[in-house]
């Protein structure tokens, strides 16, 4: 049996976690693990007061989600994904861990127009659904801001322009590429490639 490790990358603000959810519908044995996921479980666990311990504990949560990605792979799973904006940073690791436990790679990667993925950003980083953890500081479990707008780390448009095009994220590649433009996301259709995956998966049982 083949098994697959399938990347979602792109810059933030390109809809992965929707992409997510459409192939989920169809293949519903994936099994779903991404950094975030780790740094709000260890955002509400341990907590940070001082934007050098928010550093410290990431570090902490790529430990974590590399260990929750092996022990995956060392069950064989058959179908992993994973999304997150990926960068060269972690290529290397990803690579080696999908070479020991036999996986095929595919990367799904998201690009669209700078300006935007700046707009859906601001409007992103403030909806009271996402975790406070990453648009603050210092944070605890208790923490509440109603208004998101006095966070205190918020991004500003020059830095995360500076952080797409230094870390690249709309030129990871590992494995298969398939990319798409997600500037208008009425464009966007993705039946195809998730039939692809299906198909894909399924001839390899």
């Known amino acids: 049996m083949k098994k697959f490790l399938i990347l979602?990358?792109?810059?933030p603000a390109t809809g992965k976690t929707y992409l997510i959810q459409?192939?989920?519908e169809q293949i519903p044995t994936l099994f779903l693990v991404t950094?975030?996921?780790?740094k709000e479980l260890f955002a509400d666990s341990v907590g940070?007061?001082?934007l050098v311990e928010k550093e410290q504990l990431e570090k902490k949560v790529w430990q974590f989600y590399y260990g929750v990605l092996t022990l995956y792979m060392d069950a064989?799973?058959?179908v992993?994904?994973?999304e997150y904006p990926f960068s060269d940073k972690q290529k290397n690791k990803l690579a080696q861990l999908a070479d020991t436990y036999k996986y095929e790679i595919i990367t799904i990667r998201l690009v669209a127009d700078f300006e935007v993925l700046w707009e859906?950003?601001?409007v992103r980083d403030i909806e009271p659904d996402r975790h406070l953890s990453h648009i603050m500081t210092h944070y605890h479990f208790s923490d509440r801001l109603d208004d998101r707008s006095k966070a205190d780390d918020l991004i500003t448009k020059d830095t995360f322009k500076k952080i797409i095009q230094t870390r690249k994220y709309d030129q990871f590649e590992l494995g298969e590429i398939h990319e798409f433009d997600v500037t208008d996301f009425e464009k966007v259709e993705y039946?195809?490639?998730i039939q692809y995956l299906k198909n894909k998966i399924e001839n390899e049982y």
């Open 48 to 50: 940070f007061d001082t």
């Open 80 to 82: 992993i994904i994973s």
């Open 22 to 24: 459409k192939i989920r």
């Open 191 to 193: 039946s195809g490639l």
């Open 120 to 122: 859906r950003r601001k």
């Open 8 to 11: 979602l990358a792109g810059s």
């Open 35 to 38: 950094p975030d996921e780790g």
């Open 76 to 78: 064989g799973k058959q």
